[in-house]
């Protein structure tokens, strides 16, 4: 069995509970769901940070957490979805291969927005931010 429990789902070694499926991309239900409908989507080639994909491969899982979404949404009649990506271990990322979250949200619910992930905030000046956007820029 691979080391990576995600390759071996991909890999038909450990059994998936799979939505959507391509050639490059894979989807299944989360073994241990947030919410009725949790579900992840991957590339079914290992990468660890979605940086470390090929653009093309990224632009594939994208388009995976589209049709996905839509379904999981209509699938268990929510009202939205978070999607997101821990995207390394400081980031939360419990398993070593890309993985987009899509998970089903109500109102009343329970969960928290987005913003409720990061901890206390940073408070920076119109100079700082200025910079950071800079910085980001001359890197792309």
Not at 83 to 109: L, M, S, T, Y
């Amino acid at each position: 069995m691979s080391e990576c429990i995600f390759c071996a789902i991909v890999e038909g070694e450990i059994p998936g509970r799979t939505v959507y499926e391509t050639d490059e991309v894979l989807a299944f239900l989360d073994v241990n769901p947030l919410a009725e409908g949790h579900t992840l989507v991957i590339p079914k080639a290992h990468h660890e940070r979605v940086t470390d994909m090929p653009e093309s491969l990224a632009a594939e899982v994208m388009r995976g957490v589209y049709h996905v979404t839509e379904a999981v949404e209509a699938a268990v009649d929510a009202e939205g979805a978070t999607i997101a990506f821990n995207d390394g271990e400081a980031a939360g990322q419990e398993v070593p291969h890309v993985h987009a979250h899509v998970i089903p949200r109500w109102h009343g619910d329970g969960g928290g927005p987005i913003h409720a992930i990061a901890g206390e905030r940073p408070d920076l000046t119109d100079e700082e931010l200025d910079d950071v956007a800079e910085r980001i820029t001359a890197r792309l």
